[in-house]
């Protein structure tokens, strides 16, 4: 389960868009809105603490990931230069509700990795993040030698994700945990 006291970065401010103070957002989530919707964000720098800021406007830029947004009291180019690589975050508990058999990919942190072999479950290791630049990657800890290995996120070589029960299963092609 997803714990309710996080934060979720949900986009980078990459540049500054223009001279009135607008800056373009690397999204990192799959829900758009929360670059269009006005209303209540938090931006961090670095290790600091998130701040409250309130989103006017946004919109997406044709065929990229990336969105153009304009914050209050941010007017000049000067000034959106300063948010170059803000953080943009979410609280957890703020994140959208899903339907049934849907499910975060926060929410995959530290589920127990299973491989199916004989019929008969087989723990090899945990996850321990994502990379999720162009394609979702689960880290995976091994338990046998403490190795990292990268899972591609794709039902056929995750075919079962149990978010209830703690745990997914994976069908690695040879050599994918080799590596």
């Known amino acids: 389960m997803i714990n309710k006291n996080k934060w979720l970065t949900v986009g980078l401010i990459t540049s500054c868009h223009g001279i009135n103070g607008q800056v373009k ?74 339907k049934k058999e849907e499910f975060h990919l926060l929410e995959l942190i530290n589920l127990k990795v299973n491989t199916l072999e004989n019929d008969k479950l087989n723990t090899i290791g945990k996850v321990i993040n994502l990379e999720n630049e162009k394609n979702n990657l689960l880290v995976i800890k091994l338990f046998k030698n403490q190795k990292e290995v990268f899972i591609p996120f794709v039902k056929e070589i995750v075919p079962i994700v149990d978010i209830k029960n703690n745990f997914i299963i994976i069908n690695p092609p040879n050599g994918l945990l080799e590596l």
């Open 25 to 98: 957002v690397k999204s990192l989530s799959d829900f758009e809105e929360r670059f269009l919707k006005p209303g209540m964000r938090w931006l961090q720098k670095e290790d600091e603490p998130p701040s409250k800021i309130e989103l006017i406007s946004g919109f997406k830029q044709p065929g990229k990931q990336t969105f153009v947004i304009k914050l209050k009291d941010i007017n000049s180019r000067n000034h959106a230069e300063q948010l170059k690589k803000f953080k943009i975050l979410v609280k957890t508990n703020e994140i959208p509700k899903l």
